[in-house]
């Protein structure tokens, strides 16, 4: 009697094969991609000092959030009073505002940022450009800056973030991106990041 019955394989196999077949396509394994380029290469601090416009986010041990903001004379409203806080240190502020709100469980800082984002080096315009008509994300800036110039180093673009004393570098392979691949790396843009495109030195 002949066994007409074809061999089953296990699910792991036929999913790896699946992967195997439409990697390709959407860029799966991609030995190209930069593994973890979507995440800050370096990451820094250094001594932040408040400024008007600044703001602080109060959580308090019950789960609620209070947030206050610097004027633009460099005071805070506080239930004591206006004290002035511009100048003052992030852990001083900070410090401050745990005495001020003996409740809180948390006190988050925020620098305030322009409403925009910067395009530099090798791009036909280096340009300033907001950040109001919705979300932007990295190939967008480039795209609104007229695009990268014949010396453009498009596998070496810098995103530099910044916020309250800690700085976030990225790099990012928009070559690949261009391609369809590397998707990843279309990081969507937060008001006050700094995009450099570097020259491709022959």
Same mark, same amino acid.
């Given at each position: 009697?002949? $066994? $007409?019955?074809?061999?089953?394989?296990?699910?792991?196999?036929?999913?790896?094969?699946?992967?195997?077949?439409?990697?390709?396509?959407?860029?799966?394994?991609?030995?190209?991609?930069? *593994?973890?380029?979507?995440?800050? /290469?370096?990451?820094?601090?250094?001594?932040? !000092?408040?400024?008007?416009?600044?703001?602080?986010? *109060?959580?308090? @041990?019950?789960?609620?959030?209070?947030? =206050?903001? /610097?004027?633009?004379?460099?005071?805070?409203?506080?239930?004591?009073?206006?004290?002035?806080?511009?100048?003052?240190?992030?852990?001083?502020?900070?410090?401050?505002?745990? %005495?001020?709100?003996?409740?809180?469980?948390?006190?988050?800082?925020?620098?305030?940022?322009? $409403? @925009?984002?910067?395009?530099?080096?090798?791009?036909?315009?280096? /340009?300033h450009t907001e950040l109001s008509d919705?979300?932007? &994300? =990295?190939?967008?800036? *480039?795209a609104a800056a007229n695009g990268f110039?014949?010396?453009?180093?498009?596998?070496? !673009? %810098?995103?530099? %973030?910044?916020?309250?004393?800690? !700085?976030?570098?990225?790099?990012?392979?928009? @070559?690949? #991106?261009? &391609?369809?691949?590397? #998707?990843?790396?279309? /990081?969507?843009?937060?008001?006050?990041?700094?995009?450099?495109?570097?020259? $491709?030195?022959?």
């Open positions: 009697m002949i $066994n $007409n019955m074809r061999p089953v394989l296990p699910k792991a196999a036929v999913l790896t094969a699946l992967l195997a077949a439409v990697a390709p396509f959407l860029g799966v394994g991609c030995s190209t991609c930069n *593994i973890g380029s979507a995440h800050p /290469i370096t990451t820094s601090t250094q001594p932040y !000092v408040m400024e008007p416009l600044d703001s602080a986010r *109060i959580i308090g @041990r019950d789960g609620g959030a209070t947030e =206050v903001i /610097i004027q633009q004379d460099g005071k805070l409203e506080l239930s004591g009073g206006s004290k002035t806080v511009r100048g003052m240190s992030g852990e001083d502020f900070r410090a401050l505002l745990l %005495r001020s709100y003996p409740g809180a469980k948390e006190i988050q800082i925020v620098e305030f940022r322009p $409403n @925009r984002v910067t395009i530099l080096g090798e791009v036909f315009h280096q /340009i919705g979300p932007m &994300r =990295v190939m967008d800036a *480039i110039t014949p010396l453009a180093n498009k596998r070496r !673009v %810098r995103l530099v %973030r910044q916020n309250a004393g800690t !700085v976030e570098v990225y790099e990012l392979d928009l @070559r690949e #991106m261009m &391609r369809g691949r590397c #998707m990843e790396e279309n /990081i969507l843009l937060q008001p006050g990041d700094v995009i450099t495109v570097p020259r $491709n030195f022959l």
